[in-house]
């Protein structure tokens, strides 16, 4: 009896050190290794800007080798904030999801009969389509069914730019209210990337298939394009073997529609000189 009665504590002490051994060495393996990145301003990449006759910046942070290298082409710029436009669909979409405002990637949104100025508005909606085709009408309705209060608060909790939803709920992204910088840009979709967003796995899985755009024998490509009618973004990572590559551009549009295409050809030029990107195929 008296071996039983100190026998018994012990086994249970020993099971819980062991159950709290396992808990800690989970939460090391599952929590990535912080590395201050090296900084590389690249004043050289101007002539990708130059040759393109846009202004902007450009930043990168090349996670396959550690410590990481972050590369800059106009540092102030790229910690100066600007409207998130369409980029804004990324923590969007987890917002709508979280509360439970579309159930998944095939809730179909029927067209209100509106004609918009890009076609592929024009026509009934999925969340896939509407981040393809960065349907503006998708995201105002469902703004209004997120609310101006849960809006807000979902900006504090994942701390996205200047945090601010003040304003008309349909428009707070799209008329200067919200804005972010470049730098930011970068800091959130590594949170997305490692799936340590305050929302469930599955939604920031199924985010992130939703902005896949593009992939090869050994990378894959995922982007959102953003405009506000005077600043164009295009923001992501590629994916590669080694680790991710995310990065961030934002450029002055003074032609407009004319400049769009400019985001991404300057961007993937650049991945393509820091080998994140293949070499573009020879005509």
Not at 96 to 110: I, N, S
Not at 192 to 201: G, M, Y
Not at 217 to 246: C, E, H, M, N
Request: aromatic share 10%.
């Amino acid at each position: 009896m008296n071996r039983l009665r100190w026998t018994q504590p012990l086994r249970i002490s020993l099971l819980a050190l062991s159950l709290c051994s396992s808990v800690v060495t989970l939460a090391a393996i599952q929590t990535p290794i912080q590395n201050t990145p090296t900084v590389q301003v690249k004043p050289a990449w101007a002539d990708f800007f130059a040759a393109a006759q846009v202004d902007g910046t450009i930043i990168i942070l090349d996670q396959r080798s550690q410590p990481a290298t972050q590369f800059v082409y106009q540092p102030a710029r790229a910690a100066t904030r600007y409207s998130p436009a369409s980029t804004f669909k990324i923590p969007h979409t987890l917002f709508a999801l979280d509360a439970g405002v579309v159930r998944d990637a095939q809730q179909v949104f029927k067209w209100d009969g509106v004609p918009r100025s890009f076609a592929g508005h024009n026509q009934d909606q999925t969340l896939q389509t509407a981040m393809r085709n960065s349907t503006v009408w998708v995201y105002e309705h469902l703004a209004k069914q997120i609310g101006a209060a849960r809006e807000q608060q979902y900006l504090q909790r994942i701390r996205y730019g200047n945090q601010n939803a003040s304003g008309a709920v349909d428009q707070f992204w799209l008329n200067d209210t919200l804005q972010i910088s470049a730098q930011e840009q970068v800091l959130f979709l590594q949170q997305l990337h490692r799936e340590q967003l305050p929302f469930s796995v599955e939604h920031q899985r199924l985010v992130k298939q939703l902005i896949r755009v593009d992939s090869g024998q050994d990378w894959s490509l995922y982007a959102k394009t953003g405009w506000s009618g005077s600043i164009g973004w295009w923001v992501g990572w590629v994916q590669r073997p080694t680790g991710a590559v995310f990065f961030a551009l934002n450029i002055d549009t003074p032609k407009r529609l004319a400049d769009l295409p400019k985001r991404e050809s300057i961007t993937r030029a650049i991945l393509r000189e820091i080998a994140a990107l293949p070499a573009a195929p020879k005509p």
